[in-house]
């Protein structure tokens, strides 16, 4: 079984192609992004949202065995939670991915899309755009399910820190506030951007990884591909093996394997049905 916990939609997608795609590339479930806004059209423009939102939902509709879709909300709009409650309950789409920006969970609009999420029991998919430490006021909201991309880069060794806060208090792993998306975005640890992750260069990948592994567990790691959906079969493959191939040298077991690849965004989505 395979989970791609994060993909990237353009806008102009089919489900035909789409579901084709994921066969070719040996995917069983796909995350689907809406399309974020080009740079020259900022989410403060109100039509966005609900647009790319509708659009998402219909493709993704017909086929809810093989595809979830994350709505885009940018949290510093004054309508952000109209929008949340709007996507979830009307739009039926299965959780939320969260704008990048200059934001803070701990800032009002911020802090009351997340408890939206909360109330609405869904997940929320973002970049780390602030300090992780910052997500210890989130912790008011139990049911929130939150994913950090990239292993919460450019905070890597933070990111790990929030998360072992619900270990040390016995929250399991299903229930903690926070998750990790391993993704073939995580070894580019050359790049300026990464210098955070306390492993900057490529070749200390295995490490990053497998400090994740070991401080948090498999049921808290989930595979992203971040890829867009304008990637080729044979690229969403080689997102896949990159993370088997740093498996292999870190000679993880099948079990704790499925579950980065699978179990836990299966229970990230609450269908954990589709992962037994």
């Not at 995350?31 to 939102?53: I, K």
């Not at 009351?112 to 999420?117: E, P, R, Y």
């Not at 780390?128 to 399910?145: D, Y």
């Not at 991309?149 to 060794?157: E, N, T, V």
Request: aromatic share 6%.
């Amino acid at each position: 079984m395979l989970i791609d916990a994060h993909l990237r939609c353009e806008g102009s997608e089919s489900p035909w192609n789409v579901l084709r795609k994921l066969d070719q590339a040996d995917i069983d479930l796909a995350v689907l992004l809406a399309p974020m806004p080009p740079s020259n059209r900022p989410l403060a423009d109100a039509a966005w949202p609900a647009n790319v939102n509708g659009w998402l939902a219909r493709l993704v509709s017909h086929h809810r065995d093989r595809l979830a879709g994350l709505a885009v909300i940018d949290p510093r709009q004054p309508d952000a939670v109209a929008h949340v409650r709007y996507a979830i309950e009307a739009l039926e789409l299965d959780g939320l991915a969260l704008a990048a920006g200059a934001w803070s969970p701990r800032e009002p609009r911020v802090t009351a899309v997340f408890a939206q999420a909360d109330a609405l029991g869904v997940p929320v998919w973002c970049q780390t755009m602030a300090h992780p430490r910052e997500l210890e006021s989130l912790r008011t909201f139990p049911r929130l399910r939150l994913t950090l991309s990239r292993l919460g880069a450019p905070w890597c060794d933070e990111a790990l820190a929030v998360g072992l806060v619900d270990r040390l208090r016995g929250v399991a792993p299903e229930d903690a506030l926070l998750r990790l998306e391993l993704s073939i975005a995580a070894p580019t640890f050359d790049s300026p951007a990464a210098r955070g992750f306390g492993s900057p260069a490529a070749r200390d990948r295995l490490a990053v990884v497998a400090k994740a592994l070991a401080t948090l567990g498999p049921r808290s790691i989930q595979f992203g591909s971040g890829l867009p959906l304008t990637a080729s079969a044979t690229e969403l493959r080689g997102a896949r093996r990159w993370v088997q191939d740093v498996f292999d040298e870190l000679d993880v077991s099948e079990d704790n394997r499925e579950r980065v690849f699978a179990g836990t965004a299966g229970h990230w989505l609450m269908r954990d049905a589709v992962t037994r």
